[in-house]
């Protein structure tokens, strides 16, 4: 049996930045570089991520940050199924953040372990499955010594090695010795697709029973001994500061103990500590420091940004957008302008995207506990990498000695790319002297956020007398998501990233083509959200494209199919995948087109409208059925199909398209972040109003292509199409074109 | 203010985890918590939400907008469906209160059962009062309509309506055919 200390340990594997994977042993000085590792000083694990217990059991550890996109489940899969074991006899359990210092610069033994840009998947599928490959190797190398024969001749089947002539010995009796030999020195053979038993199975969330339990931790329910309670008033005021502060009544509230500034960015300052600047209520109990917190007297001085309004940025963004002076180019094929003068036909429209918040279930927090020379953060992340280096970098204390828990995060959308209130945690924790639980109430998550951009995408198109497109420009006015980050300030990201993207559709499938960009200043923080730049110019570049085809009555199906042309490869900066294939994208859109019937001819009144996307690898499309009456819409059906390559878990792509879709229609009918006078004008779920299940459709179907493709994510490519095909499918069924998000206020107005 | 549980506080003689006693009726107001008695000390104004996670440390029941607009701390305060973060402790006195900790008997709650079968959670930070909710509409209607079931007011960020929604009918049938 293992110790209970050595229980939760495992060895280490760590991706160097160059992305060269690095093995070595807990406490070894030297690391090796090796594509695998074997253990030494853990009597029963099997590289970092598999150990196995004498009775059988095999627990596989879970590197990534869990925000409801299944990787806790779906990457040990990767790994269980060259270990070559019976999925039931798995246990999962979360790893912590692997932070490890080498000869070669900070490392982790873990490989990525955050969560952004649907990379799990991809950036483990090779990984973790030759790690689990590893693993097996090591108990066929023990079974092969135990019985004097050559491995070569031995197999493995669910979880024991077999022997020619049928003798078996179990991983769990093989464990010991197998812990004991040297990692393999060559690549170990991965299984061939056709051998599969556990990816491409349908598999259940391994944490379903603790969740239906209420026994799942999350960040917001951890505690450290002795843990002292925050919250924060932060300023409403973008970029302002305290002018007076007086505490005197809030430290009268029983059980409050201190209160404390915290000091946000100055001004056009980066965003890597504090989000804004604020006042910390520090108490015995989450309830004082909130009572607390109602009696802080504060005036705020208010900083550079106190007429910013959102009717102001849209003025701004159509009058940059009408002068056309001084585009950031982002993309320039052919000639527009001569294509724009010979066009038979010329169309143009202009859409605007609010603002967005994440509105994480969970909202943002941190429980810490910072000492003279450790430190243990215990929170929901996104980026536990970048929370690291945060905490080292404002406490002085070396990475190795900073340790980070990961649980499961309620959500995600790229809220917690930002460790701001991580920073937070810190800062109130060194003040007082006392671990710190830092709660953030919704309120404070709807305020302080870094929010999806705000912008005007202006489409000007040109066609020839057959109606062949020939012409295409974008134009975006926006709020750049490229904003005081530091590292992306400083001229090496371009100043369009996260708004357009250069190779999106329909680039390189019409011969004259520009995008450019134009900067609209803005204070607001800003930040990823789920789908980033995808889901902000998809809507207009789906929208238009439906456009194009009433304006000149073309099948808005065929006119796309049209563009796609023959299936072939087009070069997509930013996507690891072999570009982007016009095919798939064409076979998500007529399996889309063919599941809502997109044919049939309705005469009730209902409409269908379609679109489709190419996201992070992924590729999805989706059409709507809706019908709007007495003012009122209905959505009758929700189709979503999607091409993410070979499918690891199809519960969970499904759970992904499904989930996407239902918060792709949620924030395209409701949702808008506004400012006036320099703050943001939302504070809860009521004037946040994130979809309940009497909106939502019934079911979303869900169609998944069979593909032996390269795998990709699947968190994200199921949002952006979304919005565009519900705005198609009320265009079709009311002749009334939203153009402006959220849909459903626009819709009120123009009905 | 640490609370007193009976183990704790309580003669030696009242400290075990069976039913409380006629004298300890007697002896103080109670707030009873998945059919444990407990003597909260404290703010009598504290949400029973700040109560049972930060005091307790049952943290199934979860924070999520702090003015009863997302349903994420639904509890069952006397069976019926209530958000723990706008009850006070001292309003939820003398009232049995059942949290997702206290559902299961000695098997898992059909709907526990059903959201595992469906697989409904995503991040899952919601579907405990979710299930709750789901609990108390099983509760009045052993038969619900999909019009009953949209009428639960629980928000889901992940999107899982659909899911939640076959996880509630599952639950219904075993429940109809006996399953307890």
């Not at chain 1, 970092?48 to 550890?61: H, K, Y």
């Not at chain 1, 197999?155 to 010991?176: H, N």
Request: charged share 25%; proline share 6%; aromatic share 6%.
């Amino acid at each position: 049996m293992i110790h209970g200390l050595s229980r939760r340990r495992f060895l280490f594997v760590g991706a160097t930045a160059a992305g060269a994977l690095l093995v070595g042993w807990r406490g070894a000085t030297a690391q090796q570089k090796l594509p695998y590792l074997g253990a030494r000083d853990e009597p029963q694990a099997l590289g970092a991520f598999v150990r196995i217990e004498s009775n059988g059991d095999i627990i596989i550890g879970a590197r990534a940050t869990e925000i409801g996109q299944g990787v806790k489940t779906s990457l040990p899969m990767l790994i269980a199924e060259e270990l070559d074991v019976d999925w039931n006899r798995v246990r999962v359990e979360q790893l912590p953040y692997g932070y490890v210092d080498t000869d070669k610069g900070p490392s982790n033994r873990y490989g990525g372990q955050g969560a952004g840009g649907s990379d799990n998947i991809p950036s483990a599928w090779k990984e973790l499955r030759e790690a689990g490959a590893a693993a097996r190797w090591l108990l066929v190398q023990a079974a092969a010594q135990r019985w004097n024969v050559d491995a070569a001749q031995l197999r493995t089947d669910s979880g024991a090695v077999i022997a020619p002539d049928s003798r078996r010995l179990s991983y769990g009796e093989l464990a010991a010795e197998a812990a004991a030999l040297d990692p393999p020195k060559d690549p170990v053979p991965l299984k061939s697709p056709e051998r599969f038993s556990i990816i491409g199975k349908p598999t259940r969330t391994v944490d379903a029973r603790e969740i239906v339990t209420g026994e799942a931790q999350y960040g917001i329910d951890s505690y450290l001994t002795d843990t002292l309670y925050a919250v924060m008033l932060r300023c409403p005021l973008l970029d302002g500061s305290i002018g007076t502060l007086d505490d005197k009544e809030a430290r009268k509230v029983a059980g409050v103990r201190d209160v404390v500034v915290v000091e946000g960015p100055k001004p056009d300052a980066p965003f890597d500590g504090a989000l804004a600047t604020g006042v910390a209520v520090i108490a015995d109990t989450t309830w004082a420091a909130l009572k607390g917190r109602e009696k802080l007297k504060v005036e705020w001085k208010p900083g550079p940004w106190t007429s910013e309004s959102s009717s102001a940025l849209a003025a701004r963004a159509n009058e940059l957008l009408d002068k056309n002076e001084n585009a950031v180019p982002v993309r320039n094929d052919g000639d527009f302008a001569k294509a724009r003068k010979q066009a038979a036909v010329r169309l143009d429209a202009r859409y605007e995207m609010p603002f967005l918040a994440h509105a994480t279930m969970e909202p943002p927090g941190a429980t810490i506990s910072v000492e003279k020379d450790k430190v243990v953060l215990i929170a929901s992340l996104q980026s536990p990498g970048s929370a690291s280096q945060l905490i080292s970098t404002l406490t002085g204390i070396p990475r190795k000695d900073i340790e980070i828990r990961l649980t499961r995060s309620g959500g995600g959308f790229g809220r917690r790319l930002k460790n701001d209130f991580v920073a937070e945690a810190v800062l109130i924790a060194k003040a007082v002297g006392k671990p710190i639980k830092l709660i953030w109430t919704r309120d404070d998550d709807l305020q302080h956020d870094f929010f999806r951009p705000f912008g005007v995408h202006a489409m000007s198109a040109a066609l020839d007398k057959k109606k062949k497109l020939t012409g295409w420009s974008h134009r975006c006015a926006a709020t750049p998501r490229n904003y005081r980050d530091r590292g992306m300030t400083e001229g090496k990201v371009p100043l369009y990233i996260g708004c357009v993207e250069p190779d999106d559709f329909p680039a390189g499938l019409v011969a004259n083509l520009e995008k450019s960009f134009f900067a609209v200043a803005s204070g607001m923080p800003r930040g990823w959200w789920r789908g980033p730049i995808h889901t902000f110019h998809a809507f207009a570049v789906q929208s238009f494209i439906d456009e194009i085809a009433v304006a000149t009555k073309q099948d808005a199906v065929q006119l796309r199919l049209d563009l796609l042309g023959p299936p072939r490869h087009l070069k997509y900066e930013g996507s690891d995948q072999p570009g982007f294939d016009t095919g798939r994208l064409a076979g998500v859109l007529q399996l889309a087109a063919d599941s809502i019937g997109w044919k049939d001819k309705r005469s009730d009144g209902h409409g269908v409208g379609i679109a489709c996307h190419f996201t992070f690898g992924g590729y999805a499309a989706h059409a709507f059925e809706v019908s709007v009456d007495k003012n009122e819409l209905i959505i009758h059906r929700a189709v979503c199909a999607v091409d993410v390559g070979r499918v690891v878990n199809p519960l969970g792509v499904e759970a992904q398209m499904m989930g996407a879709t239902i918060d792709g229609i949620s924030t395209a009918l409701n949702l808008a972040i506004t400012l006036k006078d320099g703050q943001v004008q939302q504070h809860n779920f009521p004037d946040y109003p994130l979809m309940r299940m009497a909106q939502a459709p019934q079911s979303v179907e869900v169609h998944i292509v069979e593909s032996t493709d390269e795998p990709s994510g699947a968190g994200e490519m199921g949002i952006p199409s979304a919005a565009p095909a519900l705005a198609n499918a009320i265009y079709a069924a009311t002749t009334v074109r939203v153009r402006k998000l959220p849909i459903l206020p626009e819709l009120k107005r123009m009905l | 203010m640490p609370d007193k549980h009976p183990s704790t506080s309580r003669p030696p003689a009242a400290a075990s985890t069976v039913a409380p006693t006629e004298r300890v009726e007697i002896r103080a107001s109670q707030l009873r918590i998945n059919g444990r008695p407990y003597y909260p000390a404290g703010d009598p104004d504290m949400p029973l939400l700040w109560y049972l996670r930060d005091e307790l440390r049952l943290t199934g029941t979860k924070f999520g907008c702090g003015v009863g607009a997302c349903g994420a701390c639904t509890v069952l305060i006397d069976g019926k469906a209530q958000r723990a973060c706008l009850m006070s402790v001292k309003a939820a006195m003398d009232h049995d209160v059942t949290t997702i900790e206290g559902l299961a008997g000695s098997e898992l709650h059909p709907l526990q059962r059903a959201w595992i079968e469906e697989d409904v959670a995503q991040c899952g930070y919601c579907q405990s009062g979710q299930i709750m909710a789901a609990a108390d509409l099983l509760k009045r209607n052993p038969n619900p309509s999909d019009d009953d079931i949209a009428r639960l007011p629980n928000l889901c960020r992940c999107g899982t309506y659909p899911r939640i929604r076959l996880a509630i009918k599952r639950a219904a049938q075993m429940l109809r055919e006996g399953v307890k």
